[in-house]
Structure formats: C-alpha cells, structure tokens
C-alpha cells in the first residue's frame, strides 16, 4: 500500500542530512553522556527570551479571562502590534514603513511561503546564492515553482553577480537572498547589493513583471564588529522583506515574523493583499494570538548578542588550533568551514567519530564544507578543542 506521495517519498530523502544528525546526537549522548558530544548541528537558539518575555507573559496572563483574548483577528495580525511593529521596522531598516506594509505571519518561514504564494505562477524560477537554507527547495515545490541555486564565491561566500545575471530568464520571478547568511555567516555589502539591483532593474526593463528580490532576514539583528546590513528598501525598489523572531527573542517554537513590502511599491496594496490572502489560505490563517501580543511587549528587546560572539571567537580559536581554512562570519550564528580534502560527507563521518556532529555542506547545496552551528555554551565548544585536532590529525594521515 503506498501510504504517501512520492514526492513526499523524495523529500524525506532530500531532509536526511540534519535529520541524520539530529538522530545521531541523541544516540551518541545516550551512549556517552551529554558532556562528552559537542552537537554543533542544530540551529535551535539555546539563550533564553529576554526578560521582557517573562513579564509579558505574567501581564498577558492576567487577562486571560477576557472573552476573545486568544480569538481571531484580522488575518494581517492585531492592528495594534502591527503599528508597534511598523515603529520597530522603521528603525531598523532607516526607511518609513506604514504598519498598511506589514503581514504578521507564522515565522519567516510562514512569510516566504505567503509571498511567494502572492506572487509566483507554477513553473516561476526564484533564483537563490548557494549554499542556502534547505528549506527553500521545499518552499519553492509548495508553489510549483522552481529553486535555481547559483553558486556563491568560494570561501567568502559573496554574490557572483555575473552568474546571477546569466541565469535570469523570461521564468524568473524571485532572487532570494538570506543575510546574515545561514550556513555561512556572509553579509552583503551595499557595493553587492546595489550591483545585484542594478541587474534586475535592467531585466525588468524589458519585462512586463517584475523580479522581486526577497531578503529573508531573521539574523539582521546579529552582526559583528559593528558590521552594517544593509536594507535592501532603499536599494531596490521591487523588494520584500521577511523575517521572524525566532532567533532575536529566541521564540523559534513560537512561531512568529513577518512580510514587509518595500512602501516605494507603485499600486502594492494587491501585493500586500495578496500576502494576506496567502496567509489565510495556506492554513495557518493568521499568526499566533498570544505570541502577537507577547510581540507587542517585547519588541525592541533581544537576546544578548555578545554572548554569540564570544562564542564566535571561541570557535574561531579552537578551529584555527586544528588548521581548518574559513571565512570568519560576519553575522549569524554557523561557520562554514572548508571540509579538508574536499569531501564533506566523509570528514563529518571523522568529526563523528570524535564525537563531532557537523552537517555537511551537500545538505545546503555546497560540497566540500561543512556547517558548525554555535548555538551551544562556550564550555562546549572549549572541550571540542582537542577533537576537531584529532580530527584533523585523521584526515592528514
Ligand atoms: N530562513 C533562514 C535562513 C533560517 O535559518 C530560518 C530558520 O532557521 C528560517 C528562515 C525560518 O525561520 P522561522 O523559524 O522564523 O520560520
């Protein structure tokens, strides 16, 4: 009896590597204990929610008994957050937006699938740099559309414009770009990216729709040494912007982010509607009640960021002790090594039996490295010191 799809059938395939990992951890730290496996696979952020999370919930809790506190809302999210929300946007991205821009959505992973519901027709390309997040090919299936991955720069990871522009055809309708990058840790600079716009906009002059580019944007607020990320709202015109809160309040399980459409749209209220429309139709009709007002209490807090980047530098040290070539992220939380000769799956199988878990670069679009996520205390990435030596060690002999 076939029980699912066989396109279900290929993804589960497709998911394994983190999947794999994931498994694999569980296993080693019941056979070894916790402390004696340095799981550097999962992007889960560990810190917990500022404290602003705490004292709204004991504020929310007291209304608790009110008819309708958790009901149905708008299906762009409480008018309220969402002018809250608008204020906070405004600050980060250096542009005006009206709160009439925003859709509160189930995650960043629930707004990139309501816009490219809003916007992709069955057989549309969205271009995206590789290595990317490997949800994105999921994504793209869910709409009938197609991910085309473009190979970044070796080592650095930065746009290769030109490719970019040599890949763009008549089924183009999306570039997705991720920055802070998951799993590189790349920023694009402004010089890159008003390249990167000035690509489309010369496409889009012969064309009658337009390429949007979608910047997925859930570690903006991570940068280090004072690095700018750029918006990309006052660069290109026909740009959206999603992101989520996953990773700032640490309330990944709680599912709650955002689409923001660039405000400099000429006739974008279908857009927007669009996007709303999609939120409501693709199941999860609006964002959750209590982690919207959760939002509207604790937006402009985050977590504290110097404690990933004391872990950043932990990291930086133990891996140049063992010899590994890198490019030093810039934001995020993952370093995207080299995998020494070449191949990635095999080196993650030597990490493991260091009791290293690593996820391969193939499982992101991008042999020959491997991902290291430091979303674990600086304890733990310490200890791995000697085994990622070891490892190295293995590999050389
Ligand atoms: N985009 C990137 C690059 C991510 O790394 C993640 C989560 O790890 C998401 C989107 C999904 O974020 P959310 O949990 O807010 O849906």
Redesign the pocket.
Known sequence: MQLISSQMTGYIERASWIRKMFEEGIRLKKEFGEDNVHDFSL?NPDLPPPSTIKEALAELAEQADQPFFLGYMPNFGYPDVRTRLAEEVSKEQGVNVPAECLVIT???????NSVFRAVLEPGDEILTPAPF?V?YGFYADNHSATLKPIPSKPLTFELDLEAIDAAINDKTRVVLI?SP??PTGAVYSREQLDALAAILEKHNAQRERPIYILS?E??RFLAFDDVNVPSLLDVYTYSIV??????NLSM?GE???YALVNPAIKGKEPLIGSIIMANRILGFVNAPALAQKLLGKALGSSVDISIYDARRKAMAAVLDHAGFKYTMPKG?FYFFPEAPGGDDVKFCALLQEEKILAVPGSGFGCPGYFRLAFCVGEDIILRAKDAFARAMKAHSE
């Open positions: 992007g189930c995650g960043a992973a629930g707004a990139l997040f949800e991720n990058n998951n997925d859930p570690y999603c992101s989520s809160f996953s990773k990944a599912r709650i982010g995020a």
